[in-house]
């Protein structure tokens, strides 16, 4: 089936823009926009990769568990995970079935729908807390451990990556990963540069 626009903000990202391992399909996401049906959307500025067996700091490195059961299914699907008992953090399976793998969302600059937000988030939030961090992230999409397994390419999915013809930015490098103690040496977070919408602030481009 041909894949719908959830317009205005783009067109659905097909399946096989996540068969790809996470370390290349994390990059590609930057800029794209993460929309839900009641209309609240952010453009994708801040991305992590997490890959099963290679990389200790992901919830399959260990195998499959009933927890991180959908990381190894069809990719192009929703795993959120509760983190230290305070937030839910959102994530994108990755790569081809059997692996686990995904890219965890860290920040949006929220385009549409930002009442919305802050009724989720608290109604002083400033425009730039809204999305900036994983656990914001997901609490200002309403998303959380129910939405594990949530078909993102359909087209009636509640939350759909879209494509707006924003490429990513160019001369990207890999920076460290926030808040890991294993694998560490592995560069696969990224940011769009000069962004006041990341999480840790903004990190100048490489040109």
Same mark, same amino acid.
């Given at each position: 089936?041909?894949?719908?626009?959830?317009?205005?903000?783009?067109?659905?990202?097909?399946?096989?823009?996540?068969?790809?391992?996470?370390?290349?399909?994390?990059?590609?996401?930057?800029?794209?926009?993460?929309?839900?049906?009641?209309?609240?959307?952010?453009?994708?500025?801040?991305?992590?990769?997490?890959?099963? !067996?290679?990389? #200790? %700091?992901?919830? /399959?490195? $260990? =195998?499959?568990?009933?927890?991180?059961?959908?990381?190894?299914?069809? @990719? +192009?699907?929703?795993?959120?995970?509760?983190?230290?008992?305070?937030?839910?953090?959102?994530?994108?399976?990755?790569?081809?079935?059997?692996?686990?793998?995904?890219?965890?969302?860290?920040?949006?600059?929220?385009? !549409?729908?930002? #009442? %919305?937000?802050? /009724?989720? $988030? =608290?109604?002083?939030?400033?425009?730039?807390?809204?999305?900036?961090? @994983? +656990?914001?992230?997901?609490?200002?999409?309403?998303?959380?451990?129910?939405?594990?397994?949530?078909?993102?390419?359909?087209?009636?999915?509640?939350?759909?990556?879209?494509?707006?013809?924003?490429?990513?930015?160019? !001369?990207?490098?890999?920076?460290?990963?926030?808040?890991?103690?294993?694998?560490?040496?592995?560069?696969?977070?990224?940011?769009? @540069?000069?962004?006041?919408?990341?999480?840790?602030?903004?990190?100048?481009?490489?040109?």
């Amino acid at each position: 089936m041909k894949n719908r626009a959830l317009s205005p903000f783009g067109t659905v990202l097909p399946r096989s823009f996540f068969s790809a391992d996470a370390s290349i399909v994390a990059p590609l996401l930057l800029n794209k926009i993460v929309a839900t049906a009641d209309g609240r959307a952010g453009r994708i500025v801040e991305v992590e990769a997490y890959e099963g !067996a290679r990389d #200790e %700091a992901a919830h /399959t490195f $260990r =195998g499959k568990t009933a927890r991180n059961a959908v990381m190894f299914g069809e @990719p +192009g699907h929703l795993y959120v995970y509760f983190s230290y008992g305070v937030h839910w953090c959102g994530n994108v399976v990755c790569a081809p079935e059997g692996v686990g793998s995904a890219v965890l969302l860290r920040a949006l600059e929220p385009i !549409a729908g930002l #009442e %919305a937000m802050r /009724t989720a $988030r =608290g109604s002083r939030i400033v425009d730039r807390d809204l999305c900036r961090g @994983p +656990g914001r992230l997901a609490q200002a999409l309403g998303m959380t451990g129910v939405d594990t397994g949530m078909d993102v390419v359909a087209a009636n999915s509640r939350i759909q990556f879209l494509d707006d013809g924003t490429p990513p930015p160019k !001369a990207l490098r890999g920076l460290p990963r926030v808040g890991i103690s294993r694998s560490v040496a592995l560069p696969w977070r990224w940011i769009v @540069p000069d962004n006041r919408f990341v999480s840790r602030g903004p990190v100048k481009s490489a040109e």
